[in-house]
């Protein structure tokens, strides 16, 4: 590969198929959320194995409709790692309620519930655990943690469509899952999501939630509140074709996965995250831990590869900053010691370029990049 070629680190897998699936909606002149949607619908619930589920607009907004359809709000408190993308906690404020962050593991920077004396207060209703880069946070754990302290789980699971715990689907362990199909995700309907749940009455609420506090459309009388929180059916078709290839774009990942760890194996200041005991992942990054990252960072760019940090810690973003009052109000606090891992995770982590059409010459450039760094 020449020097002057670009590796980005992500680049959506679609083509020909998809865009007959959209020419489809058009030909049968249903672009609205429609049959397509119903039977995308169908097809994650099979998938998933969950019983109930509901399409969402974005994977932040499937979050906040697993919030509202639980009746958490104002008042309540919600457990969210520190370690994730913002919208993890955002929409529990969209929700009315207060994220408690909570520090991470060092080996695959999932939620770690082992240090909680002061995380839990009257007012926490929920524990949000989020599967990151492909792999699951401690499901056991998580489990026995809510069942100690009498918390619904809700899953921010945008990460991991395909991803299992002891052979169970992620998202299908609490109250409510929740998924994204943005166009850096597992599959992609562009922008969308997913809500998933095993209770009939939280499907219930999430339908009237979803569709203007009404079951069906055409009626003009609400019996509850509501928004529209529909899709398209140009989504649902892309998404149709998408999950037709989720096996393939499994295979691909972990083979890139693969790749980067025998290149890269020889290179003391580099480690790769660990795999959670039990799950079986699919690389939704590629995350490494490495020594002077900043200076890595770097060169990576000047060679024309784009690599991503890992999060912001949750509790430094200028964002949250006005919750610090809240906190030690609570006997909790915003500084780094609190949360030692997730920071660490930020100043030695960084994702490589991994998606489906990534090529074994632009892997290997990639690690000749590093090698050359570290040599
Ligand atoms: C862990 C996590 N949660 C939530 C979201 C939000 O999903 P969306 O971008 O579809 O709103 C993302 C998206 O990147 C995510 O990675």
């Keep these: ?17 998809e865009y007959g699936a959209i020419a489809e909606c058009f030909e049968n002149n249903w672009i609205t959320e ?16 969950a ?7 974005n994977g932040t907004l499937a979050i906040y409709m697993a919030l509202k359809a639980n009746d958490i709000g104002p008042g309540d408190e919600v457990i969210v790692p520190d370690f994730t993308f913002i919208a993890s906690a955002s929409a529990v404020i969209m929700a009315g309620a207060r994220p408690i962050f909570n520090d991470v593991n060092k080996q695959n920077f999932q939620i770690d519930l082992s ?44 990460q991991a469509l395909g991803v299992h715990y002891k052979g169970r689907h992620a998202g299908t362990f609490g109250k409510a899952g929740t ?22 009455n939280v499907y219930q ?6 569709n203007q506090g009404r079951t069906k459309g055409g009626s003009f009388v609400h019996p509850e509140l509501g928004f529209n929180f529909r899709i398209t059916d140009l989504q649902s078709a892309i998404g ?15 083979n890139i996965l693969k790749r980067y760890q025998d290149n890269l194996s020889s290179i003391r200041q580099v480690s790769f995250l660990k795999d959670t005991p039990g799950a079986e992942r699919i690389p939704f990054r590629v995350g490494i831990l490495c020594d002077n990252s900043q200076s890595l960072l770097k060169h990576l760019q000047n060679s024309g590869i784009e690599p991503r940090t890992f999060f912001y810690p949750l509790h430094k973003q200028p964002a949250f900053s006005y919750l610090s009052e809240e906190y030690k109000k609570r006997g909790l606090n915003m500084n780094d010691d ?26 290997d450039y990639v690690c000749n990049c590093i090698q050359n760094f570290y040599a």
């Design 34 to 49: 429609g049959p397509k949607s119903k039977e995308f619908l169908k097809k994650l619930l099979d998938l998933i194995g």
């Design 338 to 363: 609190a949360y030692p891992n997730s920071v660490f995770g930020f100043d030695h982590g960084i994702c490589l370029p991994t998606f489906p059409a990534l090529s074994e010459n632009n892997i």
């Design 205 to 210: 609420r999430l339908l009237y939630l979803r």
């Design 179 to 200: 998924f994204s199909f943005f166009a850096d995700k597992t599959i992609t309907t562009a922008e969308g999501g997913l809500v998933t749940t095993n209770d009939e």
């Design 51 to 57: 019983r109930y589920g509901v399409l969402a607009p």
């Design 1 to 17: 590969m020449s020097s002057n070629e670009k590796v980005p680190q992500f680049m959506p897998w679609v083509g020909e198929e």
């Design 240 to 254: 149709i074709i998408q999950l037709g290839k989720l096996e393939q774009i499994k295979q691909r990942k972990l």
């Design 115 to 158: 240090n909680t004396e002061k995380l839990v207060s009257p007012k926490t209703k929920a524990v949000m655990p989020v599967h990151i880069y492909g792999t699951i946070a401690d499901m056991d754990m998580v489990s026995a943690f809510a069942e100690r302290y009498g918390l619904m789980i809700i899953e921010d699971a945008a």
